[in-house]
C-alpha cells in the first residue's frame, strides 16, 4: 500500500458539498472528487452524539482535527477516516446547524464574522492519501478505527464484506425511517443507524449454524436479504403475538434463541398474558427480565425470576411469635422438628439457626405475605425445597 501525506484547506474539501438529508451522509466534497461516505463508511452520527459543534469549535481556536485518510481510486478519491469531522464541517458552512458562541448565542456560519468565517475555511486539514487493492484497503481500515466514536463490530463486518449484500441489509435495518423500528425497538437494544438491528438480525439467522462473519462472506455479492429479513419478522412476530402487553424488559432479550427453543410450543395467549401482569404485580420477583423465559418454559425454572426470600423486618416478628408459643406448648420452635425424631421434638432454635420459609411454596402461587412466612430449622428449611 503506497501513502502520501497531503495538505487541503477545509474550502477546497468541502467545494460542492452536499449533504443528503434523507440518508444522513455527506455525499461529495473538492469539486466532485471527492467522495465522502463510500459504501464502507458508516451513516452520519456525529449530529446524534452532539460532537458537531466540537469540530467547528476545535477549527476556530486552531486546534487540529486529526488525520485524515483518503482512499485513492484513479483520479477520484474517497474518505477512508474522517467522514465525520468532513460532514460536520459541510453541514457547518452550508447552514445545516449552528454553534453556541461564547456568550451562548446561537451562530451559524453565515452570520460569523468574516474573519471567524475565513479562519474555518483557511483551515488546513492533514490528510493521508493511500493506494492499495480493495482488500488490503479495506482490511487496513478494520485496523485503525482511529475516529472519535469507535466503530462497533457490525460497522466493521459491514466495511470488511462491502458489497450489495450489505447495502441491501443496510436499506432494510439501518434505514431510520423504516415503519416496522418502532415495533423491533421494543424487542431489540440499539439504533437503526448504529447497526444494531442489522447486527441481530444477522446474529438470530446464523444462531447455531455458522458464523455471522462467513455468512456475510457467502452472501457478499448478494442483494437478496430475504431469509434475513423473513427470520428476523418471524421471531418478532412470534415474541409480539406470544405476549400480548410490550413491557420495558422485553427489548433485548435473547429472542431468537427464545424463538429456537419454545416456538413450538402453544400458549394460551391470554393466559399467559394474565400469568405475566400477576408476576409483573408480585414483589417476590426480582429479575422481571426473566419472566418471559420462565413462562415461555411453563413455570419451571424460578431461578429466572430470582426469588426473593423473606426480609428480616417480617421474619423476625415472626421467629419470636413462634418461639414463644412453642416454649408455652413446651415443643420445638421448628413445627417440622415438633413430627421429628424425639431429640429435637422441644429443641428452641435460635434466630440465625432458622430460616424463613414459604408456607405454600412461591412456585405454587403460594402468597407473598406475611402470612405465608414461617421459620424453620435450616436443616428442614432445606430439606422441604421446591421453593
Ligand atoms: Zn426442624
Known amino acids: 500500500?503506497?501513502?502520501?501525506?497531503?495538505?487541503?484547506?477545509?474550502?477546497?474539501?468541502?467545494?460542492?458539498f452536499v449533504y443528503n438529508q434523507l440518508e444522513g451522509k455527506g455525499l461529495h466534497g473538492l469539486?466532485?472528487?471527492?467522495?465522502?461516505?463510500?459504501?464502507?463508511?458508516?451513516?452520519?452520527?456525529?449530529?446524534?452524539?452532539?460532537?458537531?459543534?466540537?469540530?467547528?469549535?476545535?477549527?476556530?481556536?486552531?486546534?487540529?482535527?486529526?488525520?485524515?485518510?483518503?482512499?485513492?481510486?484513479?483520479?477520484?478519491?474517497?474518505?477512508?477516516?474522517?467522514?465525520?469531522?468532513?460532514?460536520s464541517i459541510g453541514r457547518f458552512v452550508t447552514g445545516k446547524f449552528a454553534i453556541q458562541d461564547e456568550n451562548g448565542m446561537e451562530q451559524f456560519f453565515h452570520g460569523l464574522a468574516k474573519d471567524q468565517q475565513d479562519r474555518i475555511l483557511e483551515s488546513k486539514l492533514l490528510?493521508?492519501?493511500?493506494?492499495?487493492?480493495?482488500?488490503?484497503?479495506?482490511?487496513?481500515?478494520?485496523?485503525?478505527?482511529?475516529?472519535?466514536?469507535?466503530?462497533?463490530?457490525?460497522?466493521?463486518l459491514n466495511a470488511v464484506y462491502s458489497g450489495p449484500f450489505v447495502n441491501a441489509g443496510k436499506a432494510v435495518f439501518s434505514n431510520s425511517l423504516n415503519a416496522n423500528k418502532?415495533?423491533?425497538?421494543?424487542?431489540?437494544?440499539?439504533?437503526?443507524?448504529?447497526?444494531?438491528?442489522w447486527e441481530r438480525a444477522l446474529q438470530w439467522v446464523t444462531r447455531g449454524k455458522q458464523t455471522v462473519e462467513s455468512y456475510m462472506s457467502d452472501h457478499r455479492a448478494s442483494a437478496d436479504i430475504t431469509e434475513v429479513k423473513t427470520y428476523f419478522e418471524t421471531v418478532i412476530d412470534w415474541a409480539s403475538s406470544t405476549f400480548l402487553t410490550i413491557e420495558d424488559e422485553m427489548c433485548g432479550l435473547e429472542w431468537g434463541r427464545l424463538y429456537e427453543t419454545y416456538h413450538?410450543?402453544?400458549?394460551?395467549?391470554?393466559?399467559?398474558?394474565?400469568?405475566?401482569?400477576?408476576?409483573?404485580?408480585?414483589?417476590?420477583?426480582k429479575n422481571r427480565r426473566g419472566i418471559f423465559e420462565f413462562m415461555l418454559g411453563g413455570e419451571q425454572d424460578y431461578k429466572l425470576l430470582d426469588v426473593r426470600v423473606f426480609d428480616v423486618s417480617v421474619s423476625r416478628p415472626i421467629y419470636e411469635k413462634q418461639t414463644a408459643e412453642a416454649k408455652a406448648a413446651g415443643k420445638s420452635n421448628c413445627p417440622l422438628c415438633v413430627m421429628g425424631p424425639l431429640n429435637n421434638q422441644t429443641k428452641i432454635w435460635?434466630?440465625?439457626?432458622?430460616?424463613?420459609?414459604?408456607?405454600?411454596?412461591?412456585?405454587?402461587?403460594?402468597?407473598?405475605?406475611?402470612?405465608?412466612?414461617?421459620?424453620?430449622?435450616?436443616?428442614?428449611?432445606?430439606?422441604?425445597g421446591n421453593r
Open 127 to 156: 490528510v493521508y492519501e493511500c493506494e492499495g487493492a480493495e482488500t488490503e484497503i479495506k482490511t487496513w481500515f478494520k485496523i485503525i478505527n482511529i475516529a472519535g466514536i469507535p466503530l462497533k463490530e457490525q460497522e466493521l
Open 264 to 285: 413450538a410450543k402453544a400458549y394460551n395467549v391470554t393466559d399467559l398474558d394474565a400469568r405475566v401482569r400477576e408476576l409483573y404485580g408480585d414483589p417476590f420477583v
Open 182 to 197: 418502532q415495533k423491533w425497538s421494543s424487542y431489540v437494544k440499539g439504533t437503526a443507524s448504529r447497526q444494531d438491528y
Open 31 to 87: 469539486n466532485g472528487r471527492l467522495t465522502i461516505q463510500p459504501e464502507y463508511q458508516r451513516a452520519f452520527i456525529y449530529a446524534e452524539a452532539n460532537r458537531e459543534g466540537g469540530v467547528i469549535d476545535s477549527l476556530l481556536k486552531g486546534y487540529p482535527l486529526g488525520l485524515i485518510y483518503f482512499n485513492v481510486v484513479g483520479d477520484l478519491l474517497e474518505v477512508l477516516d474522517g467522514q465525520q469531522r468532513i460532514t
Open 350 to 384: 435460635k434466630f440465625d439457626e432458622m430460616d424463613a420459609d414459604h408456607v405454600t411454596a412461591w412456585t405454587k402461587h403460594g402468597g407473598t405475605d406475611p402470612s405465608n412466612c414461617q421459620m424453620l430449622c435450616k436443616t428442614h428449611n432445606r430439606s422441604k
Open 1 to 16: 500500500m503506497k501513502t502520501t501525506l497531503a495538505e487541503y484547506t477545509v474550502k477546497e474539501i468541502i467545494e460542492g
